[in-house]
């Protein structure tokens, strides 16, 4: 009995085996979380090396320039003043604050003086509400029925139609939208906030559709105006419809200036604004869309900017010849342009022979 009891009882050196295979276990893991910290902190320091070469000021200039424009806003035009206290004329309601005696003790005031002050507000506005009568009848010459229409009418809908807002109220809706960029709903809440006009954000966008569709005639009028110019300035930038992508197109000079949006950025929108028999300069950048064989025959001149900042690139990358001819070029450019500056002051032939 007493030598079978020994058979169960465990031999110490599996436990010892099991003891050091829980320690081992134990130990893996400690070295394996060492190990991915390890890693993390190289990374840690490796950033902080590449920090301490990176260049403390990326996007400034490679090449210093030779008379900088001095730091800080540009003086203003005239003499800065006060603001200049308004004239009786213009002075529409005055207030009077009297003090009859020391407002901490109720004592009588001697050697007391008059003071002024002026306060420029806007005045609380309701929204005028004009009520329309129009006549209808049945002519029996014409055989149908005609209406009257006052020249301030923009609409002849009556009935449940028949509540329309103003054009200055539209204007200023269209103006808060597409010049100051707010969005249809803002324009809804600041004209019920400031005027009390209820118009839903749908309304607004209808207006505008409306207004442009009235526009469109003076829309084409300057198009006619700026094909027949001498000379027309063209650029694009990138631009948003709602999440699509597009472009805004203008071509100006002194006289007018015609804006076009459009999904592409092709040469198709400069012959569409422009026309195929345009016989202007047309001043553009290097963009390729200027230069498609369609515009061939077209007379044309490059930004002067545009050039002066790409040879100043070459100058910078480049090596050799392309350096002097870099350096050359900018010469005649920047006398050409000092020429320009010069030629309200000098005689035309001094002027042909210097150009």
Known sequence: MRKQHDKTLPDPKDQRIAELEVQLAQAL???QKLQ???ERLQA???ELRRAGKRQAAPFARQKLVEKPKRPGRKAGQGQFTRRQKPTVEQVTETKVAPLHGCPECGGELSGICEHEQFVADIPVVEPIIIRSV???GYCPDCHKRVRSQHPEQTSQAVGAAGVWVGPRAKAL???LKHRLGASYGKVSEALNDAFGLQVSRSGWCQADQRLAETARPVYQDLMSVVRRCSGVHAHETGWRIGTLSA???VFTNREVSVYAIRDNRSSDVVIEILGREFKGVL???CFMAYDEKRLADWLKQKCAGHLLRELNEMEESKAGRAVRFAQQLTEILQAALALKAEKANLETNTFSQRA
Do not use: C, G, P, R
């Open 283 to 285: 001043v553009s950048d």
């Open 29 to 31: 893991a400690l070295i």
């Open 134 to 136: 129009t006549f209808s």
């Open 36 to 38: 991915k910290q390890l």
């Open 247 to 249: 472009w805004l197109w």
């Open 173 to 175: 809706a269209a103006d």
């Open 44 to 46: 840690e320091v490796e």
